[in-house]
């Protein structure tokens, strides 16, 4: 068995993800909504404040700070991206591809569960709602 080899003699390689979530306050009904982020269970259900506003903190203050620091040390980061973020947060995007981090497909929003109920074209239309939503905001397929 052969052994990787890095560049510049490198004994390891280290890929930087930094994820770009969102969760609705309130998702749809007929959605499956991930457990961590429902409060008490299925009923009553509503959004734990808990459990959501760590987003949006990472949306609005919590992301730039990483890309300073990423910036300093010189690290290009990799960014698994939600179709929401996209196009919400255009400044995040704007923002990764100025650094010239890769975007790739995530989800269309965190708080609608890719389940094994879900029928092959409902996994197929969800997938690519992650990857349009992307595309639409960058002119690039991720």
């Not at 509503?46 to 760590?54: A, F, K, L, N, Q």
């Not at 269309?108 to 349009?132: G, K």
Request: some cysteine; glycine content about 6%; overall charge negative.
């Amino acid at each position: 068995m052969s052994r990787a080899r890095w560049p510049d003699g490198a004994r390891v390689t280290v890929c930087v993800l930094v994820h770009a979530e969102h969760i609705e306050w309130l998702p749809p009904a007929e959605v499956v909504v991930p457990p961590a982020i429902v409060h008490r269970g299925p009923y009553p259900r509503y959004p734990d404040t808990h459990e959501i506003t760590p987003y949006e903190y990472g949306n609005w203050v919590g992301v730039f700070r990483l890309m300073a620091l990423l910036d300093e040390l010189g690290v290009r980061a990799t960014v698994p991206m939600e179709a929401v973020v996209a196009s919400h947060y255009p400044t995040v995007v704007e923002a990764s591809l100025a650094r010239k981090w890769e975007l790739i497909g995530h989800a269309p929003v965190s708080s609608r569960l890719l389940h094994e109920v879900l029928s092959e074209s409902a996994e197929r239309e969800y997938i690519e709602q992650a990857l349009d939503g992307i595309t639409a905001v960058t002119g690039t397929k991720p």
